[in-house]
C-alpha cells in the first residue's frame, strides 16, 4: 500500500484503558508514523484531547462534529482506522450503523481497514450483545483483537482487558506499512 499522505488513524472511545493509547500513539510517532486521533466525549473524560495533539501535533476530533466535515475529510487520509479501546457502546454502534458522533460517522464513511481492540469488564465482554455486535462487525471485514484475560480496574477476573500494545501495533503497521515494526 501507498501510504505516503495517509494517516494511521486512532479512534478512542470511553475506558479507563484509553490511557494506554498515549503509549501506543507514542510508539507509531516515534517510528514516524503521522497519526491522527479521535475521540468520543466519554473517551477525552479519561484522557485530555490535549495529550494527544502533544503527541501527534495534529488537531485532535472530539465529540460530535466541528463546523466542517471533519469525518469525511478524516476518510480521504486513512490507511488504517483502529478504535482502542472500543467500549461496548462503540462496537454496537458501529455494529447498527449508527453515527452520532466524529468516530461512528467517520467508520460509515471509510474505505479502508479496521481494527478494533475492545477493553470492557468481563461480563459486559461475553454478554450475547456484545458477541453479536463482534461477529457481525468480522462479518463486514473488521479485524477484531481480543481483549486477554485478567482483572481488570473493578477487580472483576476475565477476559476483558485491552490485548497488548505491540499487537495491536504490529497490526496497525502491518497495514499501514505492509510490514511489522
Known sequence: MDTKNKNIIIAVSGSIAAYKTCDLVRELRKKGHPVTVLMTKNAARFVGPVTFQALTDQK???????????????KNTASVFCVVPATANV???????????VLTSAYLALHCPVIVAPAMNPQMYSHKAVQRNLRTLKEDGV?????????????????GRLADLKLIENEILKIHTGSIS
Open 60 to 74: 485532535v476530533y472530539t465529540g460530535d462534529f466541528g463546523e466542517e466535515m471533519e469525518h469525511i475529510d478524516i
Open 91 to 101: 462496537i454496537g454502534k458501529m455494529a447498527n450503523g449508527i453515527a452520532d458522533d
Open 143 to 159: 479485524l477484531i483483537l481480543e481483549p486477554v484475560e485478567g482483572t481488570v480496574v473493578c477487580g472483576d477476573t476475565g477476559q
